[in-house]
C-alpha cells in the first residue's frame, strides 16, 4: 500500500440523518467532544472524568452547524484515522441540499430514537441514501428514555424500512436502567456509567454460555451474505473479532446489511462504540465507486487517485466571521494554495488563496488537499453550490455526477 492508499484508506466522509428530535445535534456535539479528546489531549480519555459538557462547549465554542468539520478517531490499536462529519439537512424542503450532501459524503449514520422508532423524516432521508448507494450504520438512541425498545426499533429497520439490521450487540437494561452494552462482535461487556466513564470486561464462562448463541444468529446472518466468513463458518472454524469485524464491513459494503448499535448521546452511552464503528464500517474513499465526469472529450471517469485530473464539487457555501467558506469535496487530483483552476461557473477561474479543514473549535490553515479530501476554500465571495472545479485547459463538470455502481438492492 502507498502513502497516498494508506492516507485514503484511514479516510471517513460521513453524514448523519435522522429524524427532527432523534439526537442528531446532541450525538454531533458528543462526537466532537470524543474525539476532540484524542485530538487535544493526545490520549484515550481515561473514564473518570465527569465533564460538565455544556460549559466545555461554550468556552470551546464547538461548531455544530458547520457544513464539514473535522475530527480524528483511532479505535482500539488501530492508528488514527481521519473523519469529516458532513451536515445532511434532514428536512425534505432541501431536497437539492439533501441531494448534494448524500453526494459528497461516503457513508452515514442514521440515528433513530428508541422511543419513536423509524419516522417518515428519517424514511425519506434513509431512502435516497440508499439509492445514492451510500452504506450506512443504524444508531439507536435515547435508551434511557420511558418506552424505549432496541427489539422495536430492529423490527421497524425491517419493516419500514426493508433494511436487514446486523444488531452487533445488545443493550443492557433500558430505560433509567440503561447501563451497558453487551458487545457480540468482540466478546465483551461494556459497562457503562453516567459520565460516560466505561468498565469494559472479557465474557466470563457464564456469558459466554448466555450470549454465544446470539452471537452464533449474528455470524449465520453476516455468513449468508459473505463467502470468506461462510466458509469459516462450515468448517468450523473459531470465527474471531477480526474475521467477523471483516466479513460485516465487506457486506455492509456491498449493501447487504445495516450494523445497529444503541446507546443515549444525552447521556454520553456509546459514543466510542459508534466511533469505533464508523471506522470499522463505513467506507472509505477507495471504497467507493469512482465518479463521472462530463469533458469536452466526452464522460470521464474519475477514480480518486491524487495525480488524476483535477475534479471538485463545491456544495456548501457558509459565511463566518473571516468570510465566505466555499466547501469542496475532492474526487480527484490536489488542490494547492496558490493554483489557478477553472470552474463551472466563472469563465476567468478561481485562486485558492487560502485553504482551510474546519475543526471542532478552530480552523486549520492547510498547504493542499488531495482526492477524497472535504476542504473549505476561504474568501471567494460569489462562489455558488454546485460548481465544480477542475484544471485549467481540462474542464470538467461534476455537476451530473452519478455512481457507477447500480443502486443496492435491498432483497
Ligand atoms: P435533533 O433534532 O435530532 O438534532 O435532536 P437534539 O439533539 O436536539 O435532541 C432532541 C431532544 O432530545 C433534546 O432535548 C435532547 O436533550 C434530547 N436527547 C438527545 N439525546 C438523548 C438521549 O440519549 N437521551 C435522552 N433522554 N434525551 C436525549
Redo the contacts with the bound molecule.
Sequence with gaps: MNTNTQTLSRLRNLGII??????????TERLLWKTGEIHRVGEVHDGNATTDFSAIERERGITIGAAAVHAQWAPRDLPLHQLTLIDTP?HIDFAIEVERSLRVLDGAVA?FSAVDGVQPQSETVWRQARRHGVPLIAFV?????IGASFERVLEQLQDKLRARPWALGMPLGSEGDFHGWVDLVDGRVLHWQDGGAATVTAWSDAERAQWQPQRNALVEAVADHDDVLATAWLEGRDIDAAMLRAAIRRATLAGAGVPVLA?????D?GIETLLDAVVDYLPSPLDRPAVTAESEGGDVLLPPDPDGPLAGLLFKITHQQHGALSFVRLYSGTLKVGDNVASSQHPQGRRISRLVRVQADQTQDIGQAVAGDIVAVLGWKDAVSGETLSGRGQPLLLESIQAQAPVLAWR
Excluded: C, S
Aim: proline share 0%.
Design positions: 435522522a429524524h427532527i428530535d432523534a439526537g442528531k445535534t446532541t450525538l434532514g440515528v438512541n435515547k435508551m434511557d428514555r446507546g443515549a448521546a444525552f447521556k452511552k
